[in-house]
């Protein structure tokens, strides 16, 4: 007897939740923070491992037929934890001389691997180009890719060793946001080249954006901070408030993916510029992220997972993989850390905070899943490029832990941030 759709995304819902629960757990019992074993748990219900292993159980239990509804719901999810993204935007933290330090190595945490990343570009785009993307589009999201940060998982690791408050900690943190906030607009800039095609596309696009962060912070940012204004007894805004949030974050959202950016750019915008307000933080983290990063994100996981396959490391494919990765870990661990030297810290903290940088975790899925929506990439080179952020972001603890062992606190005898290496 045929299953019915709706049994079937229920059974998709129990499937992906244990995987994603089981695998976080086992990821955190060995040091890593869960979500890389949900983001794992993803790649393994596709047809990289589960297909492979259970090719009847897996095109029964997820028929192509049912990947749209699994995308929708991936794609809502990542939509809600970009507006809660958003919403704790804060400017990096310390010192002038560190905020100026930040800037500069989150500035060169972007030009080293943006270069290296075009460098290789010509040779992936005669193999692995989609047809009929040109080659400008392809290559700068290939820079892009390999340049991300996953700021989410940086402030994990800090936190877990106790670091938040050191120098390299504070560092990272700022040039994460800084590597993070450029990545993005450039993302939305080659989004835009590649539907560009027309020269109408490009104006709804350029224009389209304009208007959408005009709007949010001339109009819906000054609207907001008078509806949020904390109005019960505990300092919250009360909760019918939320109806109005989520029209404005889903009315955002499908008017950035209207003129053909992505839904997560307007989510994003309309999260920063509601009031930066830690009483409002910790309401959205409470009413809409659990909804978001329990349920929805472990969707999006799995949904992009489906779209990985065996052939990425057929044959002479197995040597790209081996450049992307040695130019991903290159332009991020080693492009930062010169940063960090070049802005008077000591090797050791410099290293830390390349190490730190070179974790790519749920920020690069989210751009790969933004690529190969709007067809910039492939099945082989998204695959390729999953199985890569999980090996960087993988590698990130570990080696902190060895590069930081030997030093008496985590957060102790900092070093000076100014005045060229010492």
């Keep these: 007897m045929a299953m019915s759709a709706a049994l079937l995304l229920l ?21 890593q923070p869960p979500v ?15 297909g492979v292993w259970m090719p009847e159980a897996h095109a029964a239990l997820f028929p192509v037929a049912s990947l749209p509804v699994l995308g929708g719901l991936g794609t809502l999810g990542v939509t809600v934890f970009m507006f809660v993204m958003g919403a704790g935007l804060r400017a990096p933290e310390g010192s002038r001389a560190q905020v100026r330090a930040a800037v500069s190595i989150g500035g060169v945490g972007i030009v080293v691997p943006l270069a290296l990343g075009l460098a290789i570009a010509p040779g992936l785009y005669r193999d692995f180009a989609p047809a009929g993307v040109g080659f400008w589009p392809f290559a700068l999201f290939v ?16 936190k877990d060793r106790g670091m938040l408050h050191s120098t390299p900690g504070r ?11 450029v990545v993005w607009i450039f993302l939305a800039a080659v989004l835009a080249l590649a539907g560009a095609g027309s ?9 389209g954006a304009v208007v959408l962060g005009a709007a949010t912070f001339g109009l819906l940012g000054p609207l907001f901070a008078r509806l949020l204004r904390p109005a019960t007894f505990d300092g919250e ?7 109005p949030v989520w029209l404005g974050l889903l009315g955002c959202a499908a008017f950035s993916e209207w003129i053909g950016l992505h839904a997560i750019f307007g989510a994003f915008l309309f999260g920063a510029c509601l009031p930066r307000d ?5 309401w959205f983290g409470r009413r809409i992220e659990p909804l978001a990063v329990g349920l929805l994100m472990p969707v999006m996981f799995v949904a992009a997972g489906q779209h990985a396959t065996p052939e990425a490391f057929g044959g002479m494919a197995g040597g790209t993989f081996v450049l992307l990765l040695a130019v991903a870990i290159a332009g991020k ?35 790969l899943r933004v690529g190969y929506d709007a067809g910039l990439i492939g099945p082989e080179l998204f695959t390729m490029l999953f199985v890569l952020t999980l090996v960087t972001t993988v590698m990130a603890s570990p080696l902190l832990a060895l590069i930081d062992r030997g030093r008496a606190m985590p957060g102790a005898a900092p070093d000076a941030v100014a005045g060229g290496p010492p």
């Design 278 to 282: 830690d009483r409002l933080l910790r």
């Design 36 to 50: 890389i074993g949900e983001m794992a748990a993803g790649l393994a219900l596709g047809p990289l491992v589960f």
């Design 171 to 181: 560092l990272a943190l700022g040039a994460g946001l800084v590597n993070d906030g």
């Design 237 to 243: 805004p009360r909760v019918p408030a939320l109806v």
């Design 11 to 31: 059974l998709q819902l129990v499937l992906v939740l244990a995987a994603a629960k089981a695998c976080g757990e086992l990821l955190r019992r060995l040091g």
């Design 199 to 207: 020269g109408r596309g490009a104006l709804l696009a350029v224009g």
């Design 333 to 367: 661990f080693a492009g930062c850390a010169a940063g960090a030297r070049l802005n008077g810290c000591g090797w050791r903290d410099s290293l830390a905070i390349g190490s730190l940088m070179n974790a790519r975790g749920l920020m690069e899925l989210i751009v």
């Design 143 to 158: 820079a892009a890719a390999v340049s991300v940060t996953a700021f989410p998982v940086l402030a994990r690791i800090l």
